[in-house]
């Protein structure tokens, strides 16, 4: 499969459920996994079809990020890529689109909280770690950093 086979739609929250639910906290079924802020009609989310099969989930939301919080900025929070296609390019796909649509509504800077497992994409991908930013999830216990990317970079 190349990125071209990948499909990138703005979609409602409850599309991406599953993807998040199942990569994101080890499919545990007892795990709500409904973001309170994910109907606000301010929030964004993003899906990566494979044929009709979400195969990427990402969401954004309007947020003051912890460093340049002059500009507007947007959290990214719930980027899952099923285990399946991790590797492909997929990801990123997803990430350049909703880049370019966040771009258009004025945003200036995307931040995350990322597993330190997914750094490496992150960085591959033009993200940034802000440095003393490491923290364990309270929901997962799992070690993330604080990571920013910049779109006015991109344009």
Known sequence: MSTSEVRVERVQAPLLY??????LR?????????????????SLHFGGFVDDRVVVSASFFPAAAPIRGDLVSYQLRYMATDFVVQGKGYGAKVQGVAFSELRALGAEQVWAKARDSALGFYCATGWSVVEGSEHLSPLTKLPH???????????
């Open 26 to 42: 080890g499919n545990d079924p007892e795990v709500d996994v409904v973001d309170p802020l994910d109907d606000e009609s301010t």
């Open 18 to 23: 599953e993807l998040r639910r199942r990569i």
């Open 145 to 155: 950093h604080v990571i920013i990317r910049i779109l006015a970079d991109d344009a």
